[in-house]
């Protein structure tokens, strides 16, 4: 069931869903939907029995602890002589940057995690504008004017092979890394995190996904089944089938997020 929240004239709505895919043993992907403030979170666990599930669990409780406390902060402890748009940019960094703290201590002291790590993509809407936070190949979308933009750049090998070259759609397809990941959380002590800011219209439709989804469907596939229903929760079951019809290779996780009219 999708949840909705009031954010000054808007009413921001969420929904989700995680699968485990047609190959994988276990799901390793962690989602947040918000019961509390608009914030929402997607996490590609990585290192397979090194805990990749555990890393990406860390990582959204973390990001929905922060946020929760920081939320209750008084003045002398929240930077508010900054301007809001700062504030809020500061907040998202680093709480992700905590949760990559947690994760590196938590395998540096279980041998059995050693090496786990995973993706983050998190979206926060308030006071008209939206905060991504992004590391890794976990993509945000966002939906305007029945056209789809992707918010994040894939901080993947492939990535950054095409920067040095161009490459055609066929070689992107073949290219025998384009799953290897060269930023994430828990590999090192210290992450650099992007942050996008924009603000949001009434209208607007947003896609949080593991690579699950974006590496089985093309954009216009995608885009095809958001518009085509109403119900984000629909929208989002709809995804995770074609996903899986068209090979389910990996875990599958998609938030929805349109912003309404109150």
Excluded: W
Excluded at 21 to 39: F, K, Q, T
Excluded at 61 to 79: G, V
Excluded at 141 to 168: C, F, G, K
Aim: charged share 25%; hydrophobic share 40%.
């Amino acid at each position: 069931m999708s949840i909705s929240f009031t954010v000054g004239p808007h009413r921001i709505r969420f929904a989700g869903r995680t699968d485990i895919g047609m190959v994988r043993a276990h799901n390793e992907d962690s989602l947040l939907i918000p019961s509390e403030m608009a914030l929402t979170v997607v996490s590609d666990g990585m290192g397979g029995h090194a805990a990749g599930d555990v890393a990406s669990k860390i990582t959204v409780e973390t990001l929905d602890e922060y946020y929760r406390d920081t939320a209750k902060s008084s003045p002398s402890t929240f930077p508010i002589r900054l301007p809001l748009l700062d504030v809020e940019k500061f907040r998202m960094a680093t709480a992700i940057k905590l949760a990559n703290a947690k994760i590196f201590e938590t395998a540096a002291n279980d041998p059995s995690k050693k090496g786990m790590g995973c993706t983050v993509d998190a979206a926060y809407f308030t006071q008209g504008r939206f905060y991504v936070g992004h590391v890794g190949d976990s993509r945000v979308y966002r939906i305007r004017d029945q056209r789809m933009q992707m918010l994040t750049e894939d901080h993947s090998l492939a990535n950054d092979y095409m920067r040095m070259r161009e490459m055609t759609p066929e070689e992107m397809h073949n290219f025998p890394q384009k799953n290897v990941v060269v930023r994430a959380l828990g590999l090192a002590e210290q992450v650099a995190v992007d942050v996008i800011i924009d603000e949001y219209r009434t209208g607007d439709i947003f896609l949080l996904c593991s690579d699950g989804l974006c590496g089985m469907l093309t954009d216009p596939q995608m885009l095809q089944i958001i518009l085509s229903k109403d119900s984000l929760d629909q929208g989002c079951a709809q995804l995770v089938r074609a996903a899986n019809d068209a090979g389910g290779n990996d875990n599958i996780t998609a938030i929805l997020v349109r912003v309404e009219r109150p």
